[in-house]
Each structure stands twice: as C-alpha cells, then as structure tokens.
C-alpha cells in the first residue's frame, strides 16, 4: 500500500486547510484509514479515523473543527482542517491498517505503527 498526502501549508490562526491523501495498492482487502499528527517532541497522535464499519473517530482537540472523508473509491482520504489553531501544528500523516469489515474497533497507535502503512507526512504550520 502506497499512501501520498499533500495540502500542508502555513496559515493563521482561525484559517483552514484541506489534507489530501492518495492511495494505491490497497484494493483487495479491507483498511481502516487515519490521520494521525506529530509535533515535535511529541509522541505521534490520531487525529482522526475511519473504521471498518464507516463510522468515524475524533481526537477530543479536534471535535468540532476537523472532518475526515473518504471518497466511493476509497482512493483518496482527506482531512478538513477548520479554525486552525497554533497547537495543530505538526507533521501529519496518513495511515492504514487492515481491519474487519464491518468492525467499529479502533486500535491502539502501536497498532497502527507497527503493521499499518504510513505516507511521508505533510506539514501544518499554524501561526498565531
């Protein structure tokens, strides 16, 4: 599995900016997908994810302003990042990881960074 992201840049703070991640290679099993972040010093977190069974997940700091989709193909994932804040600031990255159809069970970030499938990452700079 081959994951692309792009969309990061630098704004202001209460600005916004759309995440894009490309995937390939994936289509013949199923993936849970995910954006997770990590600023620097800081131990990499999920932002946000989607499950096997559709439903999605959000990091409590981000409820409200972020929205993670999937387009029908599942070739692409975004993240749409509104009200930026100076704490979202970070590397962010795309991520997939085999789960169960139909399974609304998210795994520990361990998980994810031991079997899962990473991008390169895109930076987010938000100034204040």
């Known amino acids: 599995v081959r994951l692309v992201e792009s969309g990061g840049d630098s704004v202001q703070s209460g600005g916004t900016l759309r995440l894009s991640c490309v995937a390939s290679g994936h289509r013949d099993r199923s993936y849970c997908m995910a954006w997770f972040r990590q600023a620097s010093g800081t131990q990499r977190e999920q932002v946000a994810s989607i499950l096997g069974d559709g439903s999605t997940t959000y990091a409590d700091s981000v409820k409200g302003r972020f929205t993670i989709s999937q387009d029908a193909s599942k070739t692409t994932l975004s993240l749409q990042m509104n009200d930026l804040k100076s704490a979202d600031t970070a590397m962010y990255y795309c991520?997939?990881?085999?789960?169960?159809?139909?399974?609304?069970?998210?795994?520990?970030?361990?998980?994810?960074?031991?079997?899962?499938?990473w991008g390169q990452g895109t930076q987010v700079t938000v100034s204040s």
């Open positions: 991520a997939a990881v085999i789960c169960l159809p139909g399974s609304n069970t998210n795994y520990d970030v361990g998980k994810w960074i031991d079997f899962g499938f």
